[in-house]
Structures are given as C-alpha cells and as structure tokens.
C-alpha cells in the first residue's frame, strides 16, 4: 500500500491524558499537512511541513497540540491534557514536490474520543 | 481569509439521475480547486480537480466547471449508481503549498 497512512485508527482516552497520533506520508511527499474533521464539516486545516520545516499554524492549533516531523518523513501529532472538545477526526495529507497544483492525498484519519 | 460555501447539504437523487453540487468562494487569488468523496470511517479522496486557467474538466461521469469572475464552481455526475452516495467536499486552495480550505459538505443519496 502506497497511500498515506495513520495510526492508531481509533483512540479513546479520558479527558487530561495525553495522546499521539502517527501519520506515515506517500513516499517522497515533502509536504505533510494535518486537518482535524468534526462531526457534519469539513476538514480544517491545522498545520503543515515542508521536510522536517513546520511553515505554518493554524490558530485552531492552541498550545496543548503539538506536530513534529523530525526526519522529514513521518510526523506526530501530540494533544496533552485532552478536553472532550478535542474529540474529531484527525486527518493526515501529503503532496508531491513535483506538482504544480496543491493535490492532496489524505490518510484514512485517526478518529479521536474524550471522555 | 478564504471562505468556501457549499450547497446544498444534503442530496437525494434517483438512481441514473444527475446530482450537481454548487460551491463559491471569497478569495480571488483561489487558482486551485479539487473535489473529495468521503465514504464513512475513511478520509477524503480526490477525486477531480480544476485549476484557474480552465472553465470544464471532465473525467468519465464527473465534471467540475469554474466561473472565476462570479467565484462559483460545481460538481456534476451524471447517470449515478449507488456507489455514487458518499459526503462531497469542495474546496479552493491559493498557492500551491498552501492549506485547503473546506466546505461544509454535500450528503449524496443515491436512492433505487
């Protein structure tokens, strides 16, 4: 399987704990992005790396979230403290350095529930 | 920032009907303008796409068109089969490594 790919696919955990969620772009994506996806909308966008270069955040992205992509290739996405307003899907996407256009490939997401 | 606005919500349409999907949106720097089906339990797929410099683009049963002077862009399928029902996005992007912006989505039913 070639696509991008996220893990775990499901993570249920009790308000104040900590989670991570892994996302594994497309191989040779340069561009990582991160959407969070609540329930009846569309994905927002949440922050985004070129390589291992975190370009941009979001203001929906507070100081509990935190994203990383050391290596260039993998990337975490870190939520401490949970809040049950935090529960939503978690959608990972790359893009090609070779494209002219934004085309996006998202992950399968990781839906998140907080108790 | 850009604002995408999508309607309707929800569609029902006959099986071998046509359903179209209606977007706008605010910004217009928006050069770049990819549709999604989303299937419960999975993420967004791409399904088509439109740059700024093209008014149609067809591919098979699907086609977008783009009017970038009233900012509107739509989604037609044509002779609709049942795997057609999913949740459709349509979204804008400005520059080619920027975010997607989102609309809120389209719930198309594909009735027998």
């Known amino acids: 399987d070639t696509g991008v790919s996220q893990d775990p696919r499901h993570k249920i955990t009790k308000r104040g704990q900590n989670v991570t969620f892994r996302c594994d772009p497309i191989s040779e994506h340069n561009r990582l992005y991160w959407y969070r996806q609540t329930l009846g909308q569309g994905p927002e966008f949440l922050t985004y790396?070129?390589?291992?270069?975190?370009?941009?955040k979001s203001r929906l992205l507070s100081d509990r979230f935190s994203a990383e992509r050391p290596k260039g290739s993998f990337s975490t996405l870190e939520i401490q403290r949970t809040e049950q307003g935090d529960s939503a899907m978690y959608l990972c996407a790359s893009s090609s350095p070779g494209q002219n256009y934004n085309e996006q490939f998202f992950g399968p997401g990781t839906r998140l529930t907080v108790l | 920032g850009e604002n995408v606005e999508q309607h309707p919500s929800t569609l029902s349409v006959q099986e071998g009907d046509s359903a179209v999907i209606k977007c706008t949106y605010s910004d217009s720097a928006s050069n770049y303008f990819p549709w999604y089906k989303q299937e419960l339990g999975k993420g967004p797929q791409l399904i088509i796409d439109?740059?700024?410099?093209?008014g149609e683009k067809k591919d098979q049963r699907i086609a977008v068109t783009l009017n970038k002077t009233a900012k509107h862009f739509s989604l037609h399928i044509t002779e609709t089969q049942p795997e057609d029902s999913a949740v459709y996005f349509c979204a804008a992007s400005i520059a080619r490594d920027d975010k997607i912006i989102f609309g809120k989505g389209t719930r198309l039913h594909i009735l027998p």
């Open positions: 439109i740059r700024s410099n093209v």
């Open positions: 790396f070129q390589n291992e270069a975190q370009l941009e």
